[in-house]
T-cell receptor, first 117, second 116 residues
């Protein structure tokens, strides 16, 4: 149980276009999901917290108009990188908080490698 | 804000030997959680072990154990009987106790290479 998927696993897009990444909790409902960014050989940096039915909470320094997050259902959160530029190329990872009041575990997706050309 | 520091960028160990990874953190909180995650070459994050700050007993999971020193704000991971499959990046992470959103703060990571 507790599987989180991401789609696509890899995406290449041209500079100036937008790309959407999906994060799904496959066998549980996730009221809270998280989006991370990981540069090569570096750690995970939290970008935003996504709560079902409400606006995402962005970390300091993350452009909310560039990284649009939508959490429209209890099993799906999406991250849209708008007007992508080469510097947005990175590995994006989502996680979903385990169900249940007081739950603290996060289950991670396999990640999406974004390359902007 | 919390910070998590992993001072060893890379470590190597012979198969079947033991390796210890260090992690220190800075917080003014009294109740919190600490985690060790493994990220193998597949990039999938895998929870290795977790520790509740209010528990004095060190957590263990099979070959993985921690040495939690709350006063020193230290949380090291010991991998015993290292296996080739343990080769991965290991991240130490901090979470405030029951904080809204349960955000994780990660350390910079330690790359572990298990040699045959």
């Amino acid at each position: 149980g507790a599987v989180v998927s991401q789609h696509p696993s890899r995406v290449i897009c041209k500079s100036g276009t937008s790309v959407k990444i999906e994060c799904r909790s496959l066998d549980f409902q996730a009221t809270t999901m998280f989006w991370y960014r990981q540069f090569p050989k570096q750690s995970l940096m939290l970008m935003a917290t996504s709560n079902e039915g409400s606006k995402a909470t962005y970390e300091q320094g993350v452009e909310k108009d560039k990284f649009l997050i939508n959490h429209a259902s209890l099993t799906l959160s999406t991250l849209t990188v708008t007007s992508a530029h080469p510097e947005d190329s990175s590995f994006y990872i989502c996680s979903a908080r385990a169900p249940g009041q007081g739950a603290i575990e996060q289950y991670f997706g396999p990640g999406t490698r974004l390359t902007v050309t | 804000a919390q910070t998590v520091t992993q001072s060893q960028p890379e470590m190597s160990v012979q198969e079947a030997e033991t390796v210890t990874l260090s992690c220190t953190y800075d917080t003014s909180e009294n109740n919190y959680y600490l985690f060790w995650y493994k990220q193998p070459p597949s990039r999938q994050m895998i929870l290795v072990i977790r520790q509740e700050a209010y528990k004095q007993q060190n957590a263990t999971e099979n070959r993985f154990s921690v040495n939690f020193q709350k006063a020193a704000k230290s949380f090291s991971l010991k991998i015993s009987d290292s296996q080739l499959g343990d080769t991965a990046m290991y991240f130490c992470a901090f979470m405030k106790h029951r904080a809204a959103g349960n955000k994780l703060t990660f350390g910079g990571g330690t790359r572990v290479l298990v040699k045959p």
